[in-house]
């Protein structure tokens, strides 16, 4: 991420989008901070998730989209859609985290299903390293959903007259009625840890790791612990755009959960941490 860069190398809108399969629910594991590295799965394209078990909640179809800064191949200069997903077609709730380089084009995210209006959890957050950019993370539960599944949000030009950098994830939580609990932090250095939400019961656990580098020329990595499996990420990626890896984990004890995310080149990150029951 960088705000001030006022040019760009020719970049593509990435997508990535998925549906469902391995690894069942974990129980409580509240691992503190570790220097070690992650013996979790490594970043790459959007990947499945692990299973649904009917009568609990359970991660489902999940989706990215980024537009680079100034990015001369976005679709639309108003909007950002993901790309389409699959989802019940009822009964799901929708996590929705976004990331901006301007952080005054924050809007509500709407979807192809008219769900409204999104409940935005807690407020969005300024990075310490980028003051004028920020995330921020919505939920919509008991979602009407179905094939060609797509969540939107609004963008536009920055201060500059630059198209802004953006960067929207989604994922369904499949008969998650209720949001149970969720934090934020920023970590302006590792060790990358998200504070712990707790659960009373059967639990779909959604992270979003939000990094502050600048990844010029420099690929990056983001990896959590805990049993986490990521399931989007454009870390991969160059030049100016919002850095960002989700992963899930689905859970059935009560307890408090959370993860810490392994990230190279070093830099800080907000972690956002989701609990759907």
Not at 16 to 21: E, H, L, N, P, V
Not at 48 to 57: E, K, L, N, Q
Not at 150 to 172: C, H, I, M, W
Request: glycine residues 10%; charged residues 15%.
């Amino acid at each position: 991420m960088r705000m001030d860069v006022a040019w760009m190398l020719a970049a593509a809108v990435v997508a990535a989008g998925c549906g469902k399969s391995p690894a069942g629910p974990d129980g409580p594991t509240d691992h503190p901070p570790s220097d070690s590295p992650s013996d979790g799965p490594s970043d790459g394209p959007g990947v499945d998730v692990p299973p649904h078990i009917p009568g609990m909640p359970g991660a489902g179809a999940h989706g990215m989209r980024f537009y680079h800064l100034g990015d001369p191949s976005a679709p639309s200069t108003s909007s950002i859609t993901t790309p389409a997903m699959t989802t019940q077609a009822t009964g799901s709730t929708i996590v929705v985290s976004v990331g901006r380089g301007d952080d005054t084009l924050f809007a509500l995210p709407t979807d192809t299903r008219g769900n409204a209006p999104y409940q935005q959890q807690g407020q969005m957050h300024p990075y310490a390293r980028w003051p004028d950019s920020g995330t921020a993370l919505y939920a919509f539960p008991s979602a009407r959903g179905g094939t060609g599944f797509q969540v939107t949000t609004s963008t536009g030009d920055n201060a500059r007259g630059q198209l802004d950098e953006v960067t929207l994830a989604a994922v369904e939580v499949i008969e998650g009625t209720r949001i149970k609990d969720a934090q934020w932090i920023e970590r302006t250095s590792p060790p990358l840890t998200s504070p712990s939400v707790t659960t009373d019961g059967p639990a779909t656990l959604v992270a979003f790791w939000w990094g502050d580098g600048f990844p010029d020329t420099t690929p990056q990595t983001a990896s959590p612990n805990n049993g986490f499996v990521v399931v989007d990420t454009n870390v991969e990626q160059l030049h100016s755009y919002v850095q960002c890896a989700v992963a899930v984990k689905n859970v059935k004890d009560p307890g408090s959960y959370n993860v810490t995310w392994t990230a190279t080149p070093v830099q800080g990150a907000q972690p956002w941490l989701i609990a759907v029951q």
